[in-house]
DNA sequence: TTCGAGATCGGCT
DNA sequence: GCCGATCTCGAAG
């Protein structure tokens, strides 16, 4: 793994889509545990009404509005950390969603933080990732392309197009009719497809 | 295999 | 208060 090659910041001055695109097949590394990027995500910005960064910055979402090359950690639903690199124009608040991988190395350390898990499943889907890999808040805002960062991202083998497969987003309420998922054909690791189901209010 | 509900809490309206 | 870029388990087909 050492010799992978860090991907350097202007990999990320990029329109969302093509950074997306491109990420599929690198490697997402955080201590002794790597994993390949087989399925993420793209939200672009300030003009996506599914994106955090849709109503403006907040604390939460500061991390978006700054330079690309940044991760974006946040905690949802009371209980999951989710990845994203922030891309495109400077304060624009574009983002790629890290949701699927394939762990290529520290596979025993990350079946340690997903007992029970098959292998293929160790980082299969946004918050599953991050528990494979030991992300959480903490990682708000680390730069990604640096080497002396715990969290960086590495050159993968480069995935052909007619590998690409696109396909609406998943979880989010609006716009989810974009074809903004993408992954590599045939993938294992790749989460399955489940459309946006809105959750019944509690009841006594 | 598919579907539905619960878990659990921070951020924003 | 309300609701979420989710996951898991249990029940039904």
Same mark, same amino acid.
């Given at each position: 793994?050492? =010799?992978? =090659? *860090?991907?350097?910041?202007?990999?990320?001055?990029?329109?969302?889509?093509?950074?997306?695109?491109?990420? *599929?097949?690198?490697? #997402?590394?955080?201590?002794?545990?790597?994993?390949?990027?087989?399925?993420?995500?793209?939200?672009?910005? @300030?003009?996506?009404?599914?994106?955090?960064?849709?109503?403006?910055?907040?604390?939460?979402?500061?991390?978006?509005?700054?330079?690309?090359?940044?991760?974006?950690?946040?905690f949802t639903y009371g209980m999951h950390f989710?990845?994203?690199?922030?891309?495109?124009?400077?304060?624009q608040a574009s983002a790629v969603l890290l949701?699927?991988?394939?762990? %290529?190395?520290? %596979?025993?350390?990350?079946?340690?933080?997903?007992?029970?898990? +098959?292998?293929?499943? #160790?980082?299969?889907?946004?918050?599953?990732? $991050?528990?494979?890999?030991? %992300?959480?808040?903490?990682?708000?805002?680390?730069?990604?392309?640096?080497?002396?960062?715990?969290?960086?991202? #590495?050159?993968?083998?480069?995935?052909?197009?007619? =590998?690409?497969? +696109?396909?609406?987003?998943?979880?989010?309420?609006?716009?989810?009719?974009?074809?903004?998922?993408?992954? %590599?054909? @045939?993938?294992?690791?790749?989460? $399955?497809? +489940?459309?946006? $189901?809105?959750?019944?209010?509690?009841?006594?």
């Amino acid at each position: 793994m050492g =010799q992978r =090659q *860090l991907i350097p910041r202007p990999f990320y001055d990029r329109p969302v889509l093509e950074v997306a695109r491109d990420l *599929l097949g690198a490697v #997402l590394v955080h201590h002794d545990v790597a994993v390949r990027l087989t399925e993420v995500e793209a939200y672009a910005g @300030g003009h996506d009404p599914a994106s955090h960064a849709f109503r403006g910055p907040t604390p939460r979402n500061a991390v978006m509005f700054g330079p690309g090359g940044h991760a974006y950690v946040y905690f949802t639903y009371g209980m999951h950390f989710c990845v994203n690199l922030v891309c495109g124009p400077e304060a624009q608040a574009s983002a790629v969603l890290l949701r699927a991988g394939e762990v %290529i190395d520290g %596979i025993d350390c990350a079946r340690l933080r997903r007992p029970g898990a +098959r292998d293929r499943d #160790l980082a299969r889907g946004p918050a599953r990732l $991050t528990v494979a890999l030991g %992300i959480d808040r903490a990682l708000d805002g680390a730069d990604v392309t640096r080497a002396d960062s715990p969290l960086r991202v #590495l050159r993968g083998d480069p995935v052909p197009d007619e =590998q690409v497969r +696109r396909g609406p987003r998943v979880g989010v309420s609006s716009a989810a009719e974009l074809p903004w998922r993408m992954w %590599i054909d @045939g993938e294992p690791t790749v989460s $399955t497809y +489940r459309p946006h $189901t809105p959750r019944k209010p509690r009841s006594a």
